[in-house]
């Protein structure tokens, strides 16, 4: 295994630890931002216990995750400085957005929120309690308009003389903001962090009930709970829709991937299990159109004609370009010191092969398929696990508002299991939509063997182990404190912090 | 209006009495605080120092150029 393998799974396990608190950060939010809502316009003393004790639930993920980000920017700087270099201020402005907004309104409202119950008004503390989770979801939108870049790279151009992808314009910026693949990605991600806040507090709840403790607190949690996640799993659904096409798009070879298609066509079907298809299904999730032309791994290999008509080259084509395209940087990079009517030759070639510029490094097509079982299962996972979770929600939510939850006692296990099947199904999609687009770093300009350091992989293994010691203490930390504080329930839970 | 000194001590007391108040919060903070030390001062300084720290910009861009220009290598795209 060598260093790219080890830089790889590094950065993997680190975005997966993060992505273990954010979803419940931003759905737990949403779910106090309503709770808080229903005290302060009923004026029920009831909601503000209810709110502070998910309150103090997600205090302690946010206290854990907190800084989990960070690492991967040490990663960046360390591990992949070629990247680094290479995104310049494209990835850099998005990333220090995030990181002022998060400080300056996590900092601010998390303090009110938490200091301020009788310090502030009513309105003004209510206002804090949205605003901490308005600022945590906008902190996810920078972040995804960085991914969603190295996903579908617009908006900017390669500079051969800083060796960078540079935005050239303020519309420049404007088109990597509105990206659609970030704007997908983000309503996606941040949806689905509302469905695990939501199946967070409702398998909690569900467990009082099981013990016989809370039961009107339980109720009403998982009303709330339940209705947020309901909403979160249609939003899911949605985004998830608007994925595919954009995945059909933007990187055919990850949803190629993702349906284990070989060889494709018009009117493809969708596997749901190996064996079980629904005909014309994928051309319609892929497409909007039963009978859209659908690429599978072969077309995009060999080359196909687009829905649009439009002539997608092959691999080897797109590598031939590729190598043009870097033949050229190396001959401007040479003579425009010394020929600059040579170089400015080269410069043009280098820029009109510039979309292709990393398949130059590639040494055979098939480098661009991705694995394809790893990708296959994670999509069925997730979206398996998904329709599992919206059926318990609803259920609980029926439940709960027609008073069934003495009688559907058979639901609390079920709704409990779901926990830890929300962190699995939200691990898979990012599984899909970064092991669905490798080699690359950065789609078509930068494969991964290219991004990272000339490091040693005895190096990155070193902090890698590092990395997982911290990491298994602080979750194993996590889940302690978290399980105490379940454990002494609401009712221990009236002081004012 | 209160002057800029009055509001600064105003957040400045809202803040200290918040912590002070604590009770199950604390321990949370100082699990923050012992998290950020490992992460910036262990991690940062001792393995996580940026490769290219201390170039110039046009070091930075020679060294991914060169990098980027040199032809494909065994295959080390392993999966």
Redesign the interface.
Known sequence: ??V??WSRIQFAMTAAYHWLFVPLTLGLAMVMGVMETLYVVKKDEFWKKTAQFWM?LF??NF??G??TG??LE??F??NW??Y???VGDMFGAPLAIEGILAFFMEATFF?VM???WN?VGKKFHLASTWLTGIGATISAYWILVANGWMQNPVGTTFN?????SEMASVSAFWEVVSNPVAVSKFCHAVTSGWVTGGIFVVGVSAWYLLKGRHTEFARKSILVGGLVGLIGSGAVMLSGDSSGVHAAEFQPMKLAAAEGLRDGGRGAAFTIVPGIKVPKMLSFLATHDFNGFVPGINDILNGYTDNDGNYIPSVAEKMACGREA??A??AY?ELRDVDPMTAAAAKYVLLDNAQY?GY????KPE?VV??VGIVFWAFRFMIGLGMLIALVLLLSVIAAWKDKLATWKWLFPIAIICIPLAYLTGQCGWIVAEVGR??WTIQGLL????AI???SAAAVQ??FF?FLA?FAL?LA?EIR?MLG?IRKGPAADL??? | MKKPSAIFSSIWS??R???K?????R???W??IL??F??FAI??VF???????GMT?EQ??E???E???EK????????
């Not at chain 1, 494969?447 to 290219?450: A, G, Q, T």
């Not at chain 2, 393995?47 to 720290?53: E, G, K, L, T």
């Not at chain 2, 494909?72 to 999966?79: D, G, I, K, S």
């Open positions: 295994m060598d790219v393998f103090k205090a302690v206290a854990v907190i800084a960070i690492i040490f990663e700087g360390t400085s070629n680094s270099w290479f303090a938490f200091f301020g310090k051969p003389d800083t060796v960078r870097l033949d940087l190396a990079r510029m130059g490094h590639l040494e480098d991705p694995p490798q080699p494969p991964v063997n290219v350091s000339s490091l070193t902090t590092i911290v602080f930390i404190i504080a002081k004012n912090e | 809202f803040y009495d918040g912590f108040s604590m009770t199950w919060g321990p949370l903070i699990l923050i998290k950020l490992i992460l991690l940062r393995f996580f120092r940026p490769v290219m720290a910009d930075k861009s060294q991914v150029g990098r980027l220009t494909p290598v065994n295959n080390t795209l392993n999966y």
